[in-house]
Structures are given as structure tokens and as C-alpha cells.
């Protein structure tokens, strides 16, 4: 009996010491790993090239700080440095890419309701709603959802068979007000022989918004109706909206981007051709259409979600058969930059919006063998760029400007020029914004300065 006890212990002797050794074992092997992962992740952020631009943001990244005096000494250096760091480390579009398939799998994030700080409180208070606060109601009580960043939605978003995203859109009138109030200030100044037209874009979610999230986002149009109803009787109001609106079976808008398509640009185009009396010519038989494939566009760059990167779209633009030539301009001094075409056929696919006057220009200039005796001049933002090329079959010169960076009084920069008419294009987004507003508002009274006379004439 005493043997075998004697066996026992020497057995579970035995035991304790193999797995202590395989613990032990099994502790160096990690710690060595742990150790070779980390001075190898350590050479790599040190030695691989970093990368310059995102593709998925569509964006340059940060840039390596230069190491000065007074950069170190007040501390921005340092700054810089570490926002440059983080900005650019190896691989980055492969892990955020990965980040999010990995969150997919887990089901974290798959079908996201929204994107952006979003913050929903529950309020019965019936007081008035800030500009940037969306009402719903569930079983009889007010939600308060609060967008910082107007809010992105892609869970059940189809458009044209495919999933999609669309930007959520926040009415403020008070914004409206005094978009209206600054075009009825330029017609004014540009006089009864000018023609100013306004053109308010509908963007995507007024046409595609599930029902399930209609609370969350105003009514575009409401937006519109009141900017139209708020200018003087001599602007003249160009109905884009109505236009979109019985083609929104048609590709008018991107998927996975918050601009719309080349063909809803051509609408709005058609808009104003007929506001002026003029015959659009027709998209399917007047212009040459080129497709790009591959496409995934900003509202992926906002997200990163994995439903946008997984629904790549085609993108397809026109280029009219009416002879020009463009110039483009730096946007203070006037001075010419480059010449060529509107469209940069050499774009990257996967940034394809950037065909558009030369990958989006601050100051354009078009010239045509028209004899219509007419010059434009168009004010946008980004949504323009679609819109200028089709204006060669209507003008024989236009004046295309980014009012948001443009460097001369934009009234006495029209006179200057003979223009005779005026075009105000924006989306229904930008013109609730303060910053093209007060950008629009600034052009129209700051003072002039010594420029480079335009040397196209």
C-alpha cells in the first residue's frame, strides 16, 4: 500500500513538473513573440514608406513636419509630428479596411443606422428646435436626435438595385433667409439687363430616404420653396427639383457618394435651358459617354463602411460635341494656370469625380464658337463641377467660380467682364450652410485689389 502511494506521488510529481515546464515553454514562446511582433511593427513604422494620399477619403494625409526653433520651442512641432505619425502609419487603408470586415463578422456594424455624432434624447418639451436637432416620435414621446454632421444612413438605403448611403438634411430658415436676401443684393447691384438665376439642388435622401427614417431628415423641397418664395420677383427661379424628380428611376445620383451623377447634372442643365427659352440637346444622342468602373465614393470615405465599400458603381460622364477651350485660373491674382479640357480623362476610377474642370478649380474660364452673345457666370460649390461642361451648348463664355475662395468683388470682377447672366448653382445642403452664405455675402462687399489682367482674351 505504501509503494503504490509512494507511485502516486511520484506520478503526480512527474505531471506537475511537465506542466510546468510546458507553462514555462509556452511563457518564453510568447514573450518571444510578443517581443518580435513588437520590434517588428516598431521597424516597420520606421523604415516602410508611408503613404501620401487615401484613397478611401479621397483626401492627402498629413505631412512630416520641418523640425524648426520655434516649432519645437512652442511646441507645434511636436504636434505635427504626432498627427503626421498617426495620419500616415504603413497599411493604413488594409487595416481600416480590415477594422471594419472584422466588426462586420462580429455583426458590429453591419446594417449601421447612422454615422456621425448622433445623440438621441427623449423630451416632451414643445419648444422651439435648434437648427441642427431632427423630431421623431415613438409610441407618443418626442425623440430629439442631434446631428453634428448632418448624419449619414446606409442601412436599407437602394438606389437603382444597389446599396447606397445618403447624407441626412436639416432645414434652417433662418440660413435660407439670407441666401435668398444676398441674390436679390446681386441682381440688384448687376441691374435690369442681367439675368440672375437661382438653382437650389435636391440632394439623394429627398429622393431615396427609407420611410422607416423619414422622421430624421427635412423636407428639401419645404427648404426650396422657401428660398424661391424669399428673393425678389427679378430673380429668376430655376425648378431643378421638379426635373429631378420624374427621372429619379434614372442613375441622377451616386450611391456611395453625396454628389449626384453626371446625368442629374444634365437635368438641371435642361432646367435652365428651358428657363431661358432654349432647347436642351439630348444626353442619350449629343454627347459622347464614357463609364468608369470601380467606383466607391465619399459617403465610404465618411464611414468606412463595409456595405458602400462592397457595392462599387460605375460612373459615367458626358463630354458635349460643341467645340471650346478651357482655361484655368489662380483665383486671386487672374493669373492663367493651365488650358486644356474640362474633363481630366487620366482620373484615377476610384476618385472619379474628380473628371470635372480639372479635378475641381476655383476659377474656370469657357470659351466657344457660339454667336449667342451671351456670358455667364456660374457661382457653385462642388455640385457645379458636373453641371459647367453641358453650359458650352447654351453661352460663348463661362465664368465658373467656387465663390468660397474666390479673391475679387465678385459684382465689379461680372461688370468687368460684360456678363450677362448669372447663375447661382448649390445644393440644398450648401445653401444652409453659414459658411457659403457668409462666403457668397462677403464677395459681394469686400474690397477689390491689384490683379493680373486675364490673358485668354
Not at 379 to 406: C, H, M, Q, T, W
Request: include cysteine; glycine fraction near 6%; proline fraction near 3%.
Amino acid at each position: 500500500m505504501k509503494d503504490k502511494t509512494e507511485q502516486r506521488k511520484n506520478e503526480n510529481s512527474q505531471g506537475e513538473s511537465v506542466c510546468r515546464s510546458l507553462r514555462e515553454s509556452y511563457e518564453r514562446i510568447s514573450t518571444a513573440l510578443f517581443i518580435v511582433s513588437l520590434v517588428t511593427v516598431g521597424l516597420c513604422l520606421v523604415f516602410i514608406e508611408r503613404p501620401v494620399f487615401s484613397e478611401s477619403e479621397k483626401r492627402e494625409l498629413a505631412k512630416k513636419p520641418v523640425l524648426t526653433y520655434k516649432s519645437y520651442l512652442d511646441g507645434s512641432f511636436s504636434a505635427e509630428f504626432s498627427k503626421y505619425f498617426s495620419d500616415t502609419v504603413p497599411f493604413r487603408e488594409q487595416l481600416v479596411s480590415l477594422c471594419a470586415e472584422y466588426n462586420r463578422m462580429k455583426g458590429i456594424g453591419s446594417a449601421p443606422k447612422f454615422y456621425g455624432e448622433v445623440t438621441a434624447v427623449e423630451d416632451n418639451n414643445n419648444g422651439d428646435v435648434p437648427p441642427n436637432v431632427t423630431v421623431s416620435e415613438e409610441n407618443g414621446v418626442k425623440i430629439y436626435t442631434v446631428f453634428t454632421n448632418n448624419g449619414i444612413i446606409v442601412d436599407g438605403v437602394k438606389m437603382y438595385g444597389g446599396n447606397a448611403g445618403v447624407m441626412l438634411f436639416k432645414e434652417d430658415k433662418a440660413l435660407g433667409t439670407r441666401y435668398a436676401d444676398i441674390i436679390s443684393r446681386y441682381k440688384a447691384a448687376m441691374g435690369e439687363d442681367v439675368n440672375v438665376y437661382n438653382l437650389v439642388v435636391p440632394t439623394a435622401v429627398e429622393f431615396y430616404l427609407p420611410e422607416k427614417f423619414s422622421g430624421y431628415s427635412s423636407s428639401e423641397k419645404d427648404a426650396i420653396d422657401h428660398i424661391y418664395n424669399s428673393y425678389t420677383e427679378d430673380v429668376i427661379p430655376v425648378d431643378v427639383y421638379s426635373e429631378l424628380a420624374a427621372h429619379t428611376d434614372e442613375y441622377i445620383y451616386l450611391r456611395t457618394d453625396h454628389h449626384w451623377s453626371h446625368r442629374g447634372a444634365y437635368y438641371a442643365y435642361s432646367a435652365l435651358a428651358k428657363a431661358m427659352g432654349a432647347v436642351p440637346k439630348d444626353i442619350d444622342k449629343d454627347y459622347e459617354a464614357i463609364t468608369l468602373e470601380g467606383y466607391v465614393g465619399s459617403l465610404y470615405a465618411y464611414t468606412n463602411d463595409v456595405t458602400l465599400k462592397n457595392s462599387p458603381e460605375s460612373f459615367t460622364y458626358y463630354k458635349p460635341k460643341t467645340p471650346y477651350k478651357a482655361y484655368y485660373y489662380d483665383n486671386k491674382t487672374l493669373e492663367l494656370q493651365s488650358e486644356g479640357s474640362l474633363f481630366n480623362d487620366e482620373v484615377d476610377p476610384r476618385s472619379a469625380y474628380g473628371v470635372f474642370l480639372c479635378s475641381d478649380f476655383v476659377h474656370t474660364k469657357i470659351v466657344t464658337e457660339n454667336s449667342t452673345g451671351r456670358k455667364v457666370c456660374v457661382f457653385k460649390e462642388s455640385y457645379g463641377n458636373a453641371f459647367a461642361p453641358y453650359l458650352v451648348d447654351l453661352f460663348d463664355e463661362i465664368y465658373v467660380i467656387d465663390i468660397r475662395y474666390f479673391g475679387r468683388n465678385a459684382v465689379d470682377y461680372m461688370k468687368e467682364k460684360g456678363i450677362t447672366d448669372v447663375v447661382f448653382l448649390n445644393n440644398a445642403f450648401a445653401v444652409t450652410t453659414s459658411n457659403l452664405v457668409g462666403c457668397i455675402e462677403e464677395r459681394y462687399s469686400m474690397a477689390d485689389f491689384e490683379y493680373e489682367s486675364d490673358t485668354s482674351e
